[in-house]
T-cell receptor
Framework: EDQVTQSPEALRLQEGESSSLNCSYT??????LFWYRQDPGKGPEFLFT???AGEEKEKERLKATLTKKESFLHITAPKPEDSATYLC?????????FGKGTKLSVKP | GAVVSQHPSRVICKSGTSVKIECRSL??????MFWYRQFPKKSLMLMAT?????????EQGVEKDKFLINHASLTLSTLTVTSAHPEDSSFYICSAPLQGNTDTQYFGPGTRLTVL
């Protein structure tokens, strides 16, 4: 059964304190791993798509990496505006399977 | 990136009434759109795949007669919650992939439905 597990469920950081979010997955026929940011009461905002192990993508303070079993979202020197829930999803047969997300809080 | 809109953003209705939610792709055409439901602190759960010009494909456990989907054009899909009950209260989100790229989905801002 296709499955996506994100950890931790919640993460509190001080401004400037770098950390990583984890997304572990099991899927038959991976068609991409996706990272989204979701603010309260809003729809997910697309961040990255990764397709193959070893691939990395960056956007401002965020960097996503991918292995055959998991993906990491690295946050470097976060700011309070990075506070949000980060969702990981895997593409399988045209559908997306989402994890429950990691709620990130960055305190000034 | 691609823009997807939803209307309304919030709706409150009485039990037994029907509510229609619209999902539009603003700057691209979408032959396929997806409808999700999200509960607090839970994953987005795919409800159905909306196909332009044909019937929607529903996920297991989703009642077709309760959640009516119509994909009338390449930029519009609608979800109608019929005879709504309090347990239908939730956050409904649609998404659409860019044509030619079925994997990267762009999401609408969501619709918060509250059934009294």
């Amino acid at each position: 059964e296709d499955q996506v597990t994100q950890s931790p469920e919640a993460l509190r950081l001080q401004e400037g304190e770098s950390s990583s979010l984890n997304c572990s997955y099991t899927v038959s026929g991976l068609r991409g791993l996706f990272w989204y940011r979701q603010d309260p009461g809003k729809g997910p905002e697309f961040l990255f798509t990764l397709y193959s192990a070893g691939e990395e993508k960056e956007k401002e303070r965020l960097k996503a990496t991918l292995t055959k079993k998991e993906s990491f979202l690295h946050i470097t020197a976060p700011k309070p505006e990075d506070s949000a829930t980060y969702l990981c999803a895997v593409g399988s047969q045209g559908n997306l399977i989402f994890g429950k997300g990691t709620k990130l809080s960055v305190k000034p | 990136g691609a823009v997807v809109s939803q209307h309304p953003s919030r709706v409150i209705c009485k039990s037994g009434t029907s509510v229609k939610i619209e999902c539009r792709s603003l700057d691209f055409q979408a032959t396929t759109m997806f409808w999700y439901r999200q509960f607090p602190k839970k994953s987005l759960m795919l409800m159905a795949t909306s196909n332009e010009g044909s019937k929607a494909t529903y996920e297991q456990g989703v009642e077709k007669d309760k959640f009516l989907i119509n994909h009338a054009s390449l930029t519009l899909s609608t979800l109608t919650v019929t005879s709504a009950h309090p347990e239908d209260s939730s956050f409904y989100i649609c998404s659409a992939p860019l044509q030619g790229n079925t994997d990267t989905q762009y999401f609408g801002p969501g619709t918060r439905l509250t059934v009294l």
